[in-house]
């Protein structure tokens, strides 16, 4: 998710523009190969648009000097600036840049980049962007390369530029056919051209691209993960890998309640564990905390296993602090009874009030979700090593940049200071984009002068995260005689991500509003959108999808349910809910005025209710929408747009004993240009798991303030008696033209409602509050 406020914040910074060069730019030689000095300039050989990636902090960077390099033996080294944690952008940017310049794939090599956006551009990896944001960037580095390639070949054979072109890693002389390979065109450069340090790199209007045609690989989907040999093999270095000479292992017992203080404790017992050192006390933050530690009491041991024993063992009393009497089953009462009365409007359209007063006919519903909780296979950890006024850190994270300029705030020392290695993400779902345990790393290694390595166990991943938001959703529509929906009404009442970023107004913020709410695409007259008023009494933080989970939630479960009302089906009322195929004037549409389109240029990403008619028409297709089921099964539809791509979930359910299993589920997704088809698949096979593990399980409870779940056995995700089979994902085919979107988010909101829906079919049951639980009593 775009954690806007952090990049408002950021955005103070200097933004350091790769400055426009001449013709003449250069490409530099070096002992190890050769590198390409910058330019940047918009493309022209295929149309150019703007990205919201322009505007992120730092921006983007088409430097290929940065970003690619050459040895003697013609291997191309290739940086990764953004991380990977499961959505395979290591591979597929690069695979970008190596295809456009020519490069043999299986030449290429990734490695990662450090935290440093003013040399990478920006680096945080979430909001479903990094394809979106670099798929242009990474084709004009790869073609300013192939051109330079050729120039540097026309130089050693002394012919005109015009009689090479580059093949698959080399450059052939179309005259002679006589052929160049990278390396040799490196070693011609180093070692026979000393005193023409630099070969000229083309002004950007001279750039040529390649004809989608001429792909081998940016399109295909045959390009398997850079990292799958070494994941498979446990060769991968995910964060807990990592161990320094020295190192001390520290875990920490923090506050139970956001917000609490310890007022005493004794360590003793504790410290008198074999490998205990030391007990540290950190210091807590206050609201808004921003990703600033919860502080606690810290154990030190020469081992991780030994400082959780020590742990257990300290005798801790908490002042529990302000916080300390929020319940959420109170507190969802209390967000049902504000949602039914009117909140903040952050859309009106027409006359909402007269279609009421006026309507034949109302209907309304009302659904909640729990707080969700991340909980990524690998809990956070980070090693942190202060040492001479220095500060290096290893750490699994989605803003390794940031992650720089908060701990560097932290210890009270100059972002460059501070350098961030990246490793693996053993998942992420945004957690990893809060760098709090990274932060105590940090602070614990200044503290004992040695390398820290900060373990997180699950527990304390549960207990003390940045929540997913709790909400409830109330829709309430007008009908006139003809059973048309005349008036839409939609209440949004949840906590706000806001709340963790600045003093808490109660209030979402206008990039929540804009995730299914306040841009609602049905084609009706009259439309308003609310939010209710919610106070924040837990630290609130973006998870995959957002605010979308919810809003598609309600929306898609309110049209079947109305749908049933009037005795139609489903998708004919979805579709007319929709209208006929347009692009959504934003005005006219009664927007507000800080709509926020996923931080892209309208124009290059409208809201198309055409493309997500289409998509909803692929799955009810593909899932065999209307035939006949026998008892007990049922199918469900859904269909959302959230961060710029389509996408609908169309699938069967069965229900044997009350146990709800899934045994089909198809995907129809419209991401624009599609980059890295196989990757694409991924992602939505991992939506349907993650999608049914929120739809069934993902709840947090909260009593006198503390989470009341620990782990797995207590906070459940699928497994293999529910796993939803037999996923099967259909892309809509766009030629490059049509904007490429990211889907490392928008396969997760279309979920649930689809199974609700399916659930109703099979049984007459409505579900309206998320988590549903496997079975239905």
């Given at each position: ?98 295809d456009e310049m020519g490069a043999d794939w299986d030449r290429v090599k990734i490695v990662q980049a450090e935290g440093d956006e003013p040399k990478y551009g920006n680096q945080d990896t979430d909001g479903s962007r990094s394809m979106r944001h670099h798929i242009q960037s990474m084709r004009q580095m790869g073609a300013s390369m192939r051109y330079m390639l050729e120039e540097a070949a026309a130089s050693r054979l002394d012919v005109p530029r015009s009689e090479v072109k580059t093949g698959v890693h080399e450059v052939v002389h179309g005259p002679s056919g006589q052929t160049l390979g990278f390396g040799e065109l490196a070693e011609h450069l180093v070692r026979e051209q000393p005193d023409m340090p630099y070969v000229g790199v083309p002004a950007f209007e001279d750039l040529t691209f390649k004809d989608e045609s001429e792909f081998r690989y940016i399109g295909k989907g045959e390009v398997s993960i850079t990292d799958l040999f070494d994941i498979t093999t446990g060769r991968a270095v995910y964060g807990a890998d990592v161990t320094l000479p020295g190192m001390k292992y520290a875990v920490i017992a ?524």
């Amino acid at each position: 998710m775009l954690h806007y406020l952090e990049q408002e914040a950021r955005a103070a910074h200097a933004r350091t523009r790769i400055l426009n060069v001449s013709r003449r730019t250069m490409l530099g030689v070096t002992a190890s190969g050769f590198a390409l000095a910058a330019f940047v300039r918009p493309a022209g050989a295929f149309a150019p648009y703007k990205t919201g990636g322009e505007s992120m902090p730092h921006g983007l960077r088409t430097d290929p000097s940065v970003f690619v390099s050459i040895d003697r033996e013609g291997n191309v080294t290739i940086v990764a600036h953004r991380s990977e944690m499961g959505t395979g952008s290591r591979t597929s940017l690069p695979m970008v840049l190596a295809d456009e310049m020519g490069a043999d794939w299986d030449r290429v090599k990734i490695v990662q980049a450090e935290g440093d956006e003013p040399k990478y551009g920006n680096q945080d990896t979430d909001g479903s962007r990094s394809m979106r944001h670099h798929i242009q960037s990474m084709r004009q580095m790869g073609a300013s390369m192939r051109y330079m390639l050729e120039e540097a070949a026309a130089s050693r054979l002394d012919v005109p530029r015009s009689e090479v072109k580059t093949g698959v890693h080399e450059v052939v002389h179309g005259p002679s056919g006589q052929t160049l390979g990278f390396g040799e065109l490196a070693e011609h450069l180093v070692r026979e051209q000393p005193d023409m340090p630099y070969v000229g790199v083309p002004a950007f209007e001279d750039l040529t691209f390649k004809d989608e045609s001429e792909f081998r690989y940016i399109g295909k989907g045959e390009v398997s993960i850079t990292d799958l040999f070494d994941i498979t093999t446990g060769r991968a270095v995910y964060g807990a890998d990592v161990t320094l000479p020295g190192m001390k292992y520290a875990v920490i017992a923090r506050p139970p309640v956001v917000g609490g203080r310890p007022i005493r404790y004794d360590d003793s017992a504790a410290r008198a564990v074999e490998g205990v050192e030391t007990v540290l006390g950190l210091e807590g933050s206050t609201p808004p905390a921003k990703f600033a530690p919860l502080g606690g009491i810290a154990v030190i041991a020469s081992n991780t296993w030994s400082a959780i024993q020590g742990r257990d063992l300290l005798e801790i009393e908490w002042d529990d602090g302000p916080n300390a009497s929020y319940n959420s089953e109170a507190y969802l009462e209390e967000m049902r009874q504000t949602a039914r009365q009117p909140g903040k409007v952050v859309r009106e359209k027409g006359d909402v009030d007269g279609a009421f007063s006026s309507a034949a006919k109302t209907f309304a519903a009302e659904y909640s979700q729990a707080h969700m909780a991340h909980i990524p296979m690998e809990p956070p950890v980070a090693v942190a090593s202060v040492k001479d006024g220095k500060c290096e850190i290893w750490a699994c994270v989605q803003s390794p940049y940031g992650t720089r300029t908060d701990v560097a705030d932290a210890l009270k020392m100059s972002p460059d200071d501070v350098t961030v290695h990246v490793t693996l993400l053993g998942g992420g779902f945004g957690r990893k984009s809060k760098c709090d345990f990274v932060i105590e790393a940090a602070l614990l290694s200044r503290m004992v002068g040695a390398p820290v390595r900060v373990q997180w166990t699950r527990e304390d991943d549960v207990h003390h995260s940045f929540n997913h938001t709790t909400s409830v959703e109330r829709i309430e529509v007008a009908l006139d005689a003809a059973g048309k929906v005349t008036g839409w009404k939609h209440n949004s009442v949840a906590p706000s991500i806001l709340s963790t970023f600045a003093p808490d107004s109660g209030h979402q913020f206008f990039i929540e509003s804009g995730m299914g709410h306040a841009d609602m695409p049905f084609d009706i007259a009259n439309v308003r959108a609310d939010n209710g008023k919610a106070m924040a009494h837990t630290r609130i933080g973006w998870f995959r999808s957002v605010s979308n989970i919810p809003r598609a939630f309600a929306v898609q479960s309110f049209a079947a349910e109305l749908a049933n009302e009037l005795g139609r089906d489903q998708k004919e009322v979805l579709l007319e809910l929709i209208g006929p195929a347009r692009k959504l004037d934003p005005k006219a549409e009664g927007f507000p005025d800080d709509f926020w389109n996923y931080g892209e240029v309208y124009e290059n990403y409208p809201i198309d209710t055409g493309r997500l008619s289409n998509v909803l028409e692929m799955a009810a297709e593909a899932v065999g929408w209307g035939k006949d089921l026998p008892e007990g099964e049922g199918i469900g539809l859904a269909v959302h747009r959230s961060f710029v791509t389509y996408v609908a979930c169309g699938l069967r359910t069965k229900i044997v004993d009350g146990k709800i299993t899934v045994p089909e589920t198809h995907f129809a997704v419209d991401c624009g240009y599609a980059a890295n088809p196989e990757r694409i698949r991924s992602q939505m096979e991992g939506a349907a798991v993650m999608g049914m593990t929120l739809a069934l399980f993902s709840g947090l409870t909260f009593e006198d303030g503390r989470v009341m779940q620990s782990n797995f056995y207590d906070y459940d995700v699928v497994r293999s008696d529910n796993f939803p089979q037999n996923v099967q994902v259909h892309l809509v085919d766009n030629p490059f033209s049509v904007h490429a979107a990211g889907v490392g988010e928008p396969g997760v909101p279309p979920f649930a409602p689809a199974l609700a829906n399916a659930i109703f079919n099979a049984t007459g049951k409505r579900l309206r509050d998320m988590p549903f639980g496997d079975t239905l009593s």
